[in-house]
T-cell receptor, first 114, second 111 residues
Framework: DTAVSQTPKYLVTQMGNDKSIKCEQN?????MYWYKQDSKKFLKIMFS???????INETVPNRFSPKSPDKAHLNLHINSLELGDSAVYFC?????????????FGPGTRLTVL | SQKIEQNSEALNIQEGKTATLTCNYT??????LQWYRQDPGRGPVFLLL?????KEKRKERLKVTFDTTLKQSLFHITASQPADSATYLC??????????FGDGTTLTVKP
């Protein structure tokens, strides 16, 4: 009964490759997010979507492209991977865009770029 | 520039004592402040939310204060237990729904 799930949990790849991370939530939420957590544990928002519409895009390189086929899914595709992309990526969801909503996080995807 | 700082990267206390974690911010006008717990290898889990017009919020052994004049939130865990050991993150949320997280404080409660 996982609320927010991500696949894969670990991803090891070479520089220059293209990879995708998938996220699904079964909470019936309208809003989904992608965060990047670096080695210093700093959690930084990348994107947010509300009902499949892009709301927040935080100065993320164009190599990162989120895709929301429906409001329960928000996938992250990364082109031409670089060493600096190595991090843990978290997907999250919330009821809607209201600021008082708590966010539910997935287990994270640890991406290692060699 | 906007900044969120959480006190000392690591905090060690003895079981039974009260842990106090600090979240300071500058150049923000948050509508809400949230605290999350993160265990190693897992995603953050929501603990408490406090609104800008609230001074204090409690939930079981947890207490959060929010001082918009000092631009500071304090997070207290009373009667701490080894199971409380984790990283605690504060997050400021604006009315536009954007959350910005601090870099966390790792709490270790020793038996």
């Amino acid at each position: 009964d996982t609320a927010v799930s991500q696949t894969p949990k670990y991803l090891v790849t070479q520089m220059g490759n293209d990879k995708s991370i998938k996220c699904e939530q079964n909470l019936g939420h309208d809003t989904m997010y992608w965060y990047k957590q670096d080695s210093k544990k700093f959690l930084k928002i990348m994107f947010s979507y509300n009902n499949k519409e892009l709301i927040i895009n935080e100065t993320v390189p164009n190599r990162f492209s989120p895709k929301s086929p429906d409001k329960a899914h928000l996938n992250l595709h990364i082109n031409s991977l670089e060493l600096g992309d190595s991090a843990v990526y978290f997907c999250a969801s919330s009821q809607d865009l209201e600021a008082y909503n708590e966010q539910f996080f997935g287990p994270g995807t640890r991406l290692t770029v060699l | 520039s906007q900044k969120i700082e959480q006190n000392s990267e690591a905090l060690n206390i003895q079981e039974g004592k009260t842990a106090t974690l600090t979240c300071n911010y500058t150049n923000y006008s948050p509508a809400y402040l949230q605290w999350y717990r993160q265990d190693p290898g897992r995603g953050p889990v929501f603990l408490l939310l406090i609104r800008e017009n609230e001074k204090e919020k409690r939930k079981e052994r947890l207490k959060v204060t929010f001082d918009t004049t000092l631009k500071q939130s304090l997070f207290h865990i009373t009667a701490s237990q080894p199971a409380d050991s984790a990283t605690y993150l504060c997050a400021l949320t604006t009315n536009a729904g954007k959350s910005t997280f601090g870099d966390g404080t790792t709490l270790t409660v020793k038996p």
